[in-house]
C-alpha cells in the first residue's frame, strides 16, 4: 500500500486566521486605495498615506509567513507532521532584500526573489529530522517569465505599427489587446478616470448663452 502526504489544516481551523487579515490588511487596504483616489482629486495628504500602506504591507508579509508556517506544518507523512523552524525575522531581511533588489532593477530580480523566499521556506523545513532541500533556480524561473511575459509584450509592441498603417480599424482592437496585457501582465492600468476639465465659453457682449 502507498503512503500519500495528508493535510491535517481544516477550513474551521484556519478560518479566524482569514478573518484577522481581512480586518487588518484587506479592508484597511480598500480604504487606502479610495483615500488615495481622493488624493489624486486633491484631497487626503499623500504624507499620511504612503506611512499607512508600508506599514500595511509589512502587516501582509508577516500573515503570508505564519499562513505558510501554518500550512507546512500541517503536512503529515506517514503519521508525522513536517517541522519548520525558519523564523520571522530572516524571512523579513530576505523579503526587504529582494523587494530593495526588484525595485533597483526594475523588475528583473523578480525571479531570483520568488526562488529565493521558496528555498527559505522549503530549506527550514524538516521531515524525521532530515532537512527538505529546494533545488529551483532563479534563473530558469526569470526565463520562465521572459517567455510567458515578456516575449509576447515584445511581439505586441513590433506588430502594432503593421496592424494599424493601412488599417485604421485596427487601432481600437489593439489598443484594447495591449491593455489587456498590460493588466494582466503587470497590473498596470490606465488612466481612464481623469476628471475633465470645464471648458471655457468665450461670450461676446450682447449675446445670450
Known amino acids: 500500500m502507498k503512503d500519500y502526504f495528508n493535510f491535517s489544516l481544516t ?12 480586518l487588518c490588511f484587506a479592508a484597511p487596504y480598500m480604504t487606502l486605495l479610495l483615500k488615495m483616489t481622493s488624493f489624486r482629486q486633491g484631497g487626503t495628504s499623500p504624507a499620511l498615506i504612503f506611512p499607512i ?78 532537512s527538505l532541500e529546494f533545488k529551483g533556480k532563479g534563473g530558469k524561473l526569470f526565463v520562465i517569465l521572459l517567455l510567458t511575459l515578456m516575449l509576447p509584450m515584445i511581439v505586441l509592441i513590433a506588430l502594432m505599427p503593421m496592424l494599424i498603417i493601412g488599417h485604421p480599424e485596427n487601432a481600437k482592437m489593439v489598443g484594447l489587446l495591449f491593455q489587456i496585457v498590460m493588466v494582466d501582465c503587470f497590473g498596470w492600468k490606465p488612466l481612464g478616470n481623469r476628471p475633465k476639465m470645464p471648458r471655457r465659453i468665450h461670450m461676446r457682449p450682447g449675446v445670450a448663452v
Open 11 to 22: 477550513g474551521k481551523k484556519f478560518f479566524p486566521i482569514w478573518i484577522l487579515f481581512l
Open 53 to 130: 500602506l508600508i506599514l500595511l504591507f509589512l502587516v501582509a508579509f508577516v500573515f503570508s509567513f505564519y499562513m505558510a508556517k501554518l500550512m507546512i506544518e500541517n503536512v503529515i507523512f506517514k503519521d508525522m507532521p513536517v517541522k519548520f523552524s525558519g523564523s520571522f525575522g530572516e524571512f523579513l531581511w530576505k523579503v526587504i532584500l529582494g523587494l530593495f533588489l526588484t525595485i533597483i532593477t526594475i523588475g528583473i530580480y523578480m525571479a531570483w526573489f520568488i526562488a529565493d523566499l521558496q528555498r527559505y521556506f522549503v530549506n527550514n523545513s524538516s521531515y524525521d529530522s532530515e
